[in-house]
């Protein structure tokens, strides 16, 4: 049996929350994916809701409980596993252009992905529209830290 878009779509969207949820060591409640392309740039970044807190990937420690003085757990947030992290969702997200454009389908614009550890479940977001390019101020990182304070006000 053939593969169909959708098939090779979600593939590519399961390995990218994959990879975040290895990051964090399978120790997150929620994790926020969030992906853009616009003509010839690719962006990738990702937050997480662990222990009830709201973190960007380089403050996953920021949420770690203290017991007895001492932090709960400790994630390798190191420059070079972040820089991992955010690589193999780049050529992710190149990936799901390639199939976009193998399967004649429009590419997305902006991803915002959710995605539930408890559930297993996960909740996209799509837009087809250009977000940032015809914007001489605004840029991917911006549109970034927006959902992240959305959501993580919206949540508290």
Request: net charge negative; glycine share 2%; hydrophobic share 35%.
């Given at each position: 049996?053939?593969?169909?878009?959708?098939?090779?779509?979600?593939?590519?969207?399961?390995?990218?929350v994959s990879v975040c949820l290895e990051y964090v060591d399978h120790k997150a409640e929620d994790i926020y994916?969030?992906?853009?392309?616009?003509?010839?740039?690719?962006?990738?970044?990702?937050?997480?809701?662990?222990?009830?807190?709201?973190?960007?990937?380089?403050?996953?420690?920021?949420?770690?409980?203290?017991?007895?003085?001492?932090?709960?757990?400790?994630?390798?947030?190191?420059?070079?596993?972040?820089?991992?992290?955010?690589?193999?969702?780049?050529?992710?997200?190149?990936?799901?252009?390639?199939?976009?454009?193998?399967?004649?389908?429009?590419?997305?614009?902006?991803m915002k992905l959710h995605y539930n550890v408890e559930k297993n479940s996960l909740v996209a977001n799509y837009?087809?529209?250009?977000?940032?390019?015809?914007?001489?101020?605004?840029?991917?990182?911006?549109?970034?830290?927006?959902?992240?304070?959305?959501?993580?006000?919206?949540?508290?």
């Open positions: 049996m053939t593969k169909s878009f959708e098939d090779y779509f979600s593939e590519l969207q399961a390995d990218m994916l969030y992906c853009s392309y616009e003509p010839e740039t690719y962006y990738f970044n990702v937050f997480y809701r662990i222990n009830k807190t709201f973190v960007l990937k380089h403050k996953v420690n920021d949420a770690v409980r203290l017991v007895n003085g001492t932090q709960e757990y400790n994630y390798d947030v190191s420059r070079d596993r972040q820089l991992g992290l955010l690589n193999i969702c780049i050529e992710d997200l190149k990936k799901i252009h390639e199939v976009c454009n193998a399967f004649n389908r429009e590419m997305p614009t902006e837009k087809y529209e250009l977000v940032y390019s015809n914007d001489d101020e605004l840029l991917p990182d911006d549109l970034f830290e927006q959902w992240f304070e959305e959501i993580s006000k919206s949540q508290a």
